[in-house]
């Protein structure tokens, strides 16, 4: 898995994007439900999207929501099965500073 451009690195089948995101490459991607509601964590995903758990329904429909391209999956739900992925976490799905 790569996220952000850096380096490549192995990670467990089964493990969720969020995690991945949050604990392997230290990003702070903002989560609000953890259920595929809210889309604040929206990736995405530059290439081995096959290599991904399939979208749920309300996966889908939230992304639809948010006008999210095709390669938009949210991470707090999407599993990594086996295989390469390359992951951007845009700057809208980042933890904003408190003011």
Same mark, same amino acid.
């Given at each position: 898995?790569?996220i952000?451009g850096? #380096?490549?690195?192995? !990670?467990? @089948?089964?493990?969720?994007l969020?995690? +991945? /995101?949050?604990?392997?490459?230290? /990003? #702070?991607?903002?989560?609000?439900?953890?259920?595929g509601?809210?889309?604040s964590?929206? !990736?995405?995903?530059?290439s081995?999207?096959e290599? +991904?758990s399939? @979208?749920f @329904?309300?996966?889908?429909?939230?992304? *639809?929501? &948010?006008g *999210?391209p $095709?390669n938009?999956? %949210?991470?707090? !739900?999407?599993? +990594?099965?086996?295989?390469?992925? &390359?992951i =951007? !976490? #845009?700057?809208?799905s %980042? =933890?904003q $500073?408190?003011?």
């Amino acid at each position: 898995m790569r996220i952000n451009g850096g #380096p490549w690195r192995r !990670v467990m @089948p089964g493990s969720s994007l969020l995690g +991945l /995101i949050r604990g392997r490459a230290g /990003i #702070p991607i903002h989560s609000s439900c953890g259920l595929g509601n809210c889309g604040s964590d929206i !990736v995405l995903i530059l290439s081995g999207m096959e290599h +991904l758990s399939a @979208p749920f @329904p309300t996966e889908t429909r939230t992304l *639809a929501a &948010e006008g *999210a391209p $095709p390669n938009a999956r %949210l991470s707090c !739900v999407t599993k +990594l099965l086996d295989g390469d992925v &390359e992951i =951007e !976490v #845009p700057d809208y799905s %980042l =933890e904003q $500073p408190a003011a």
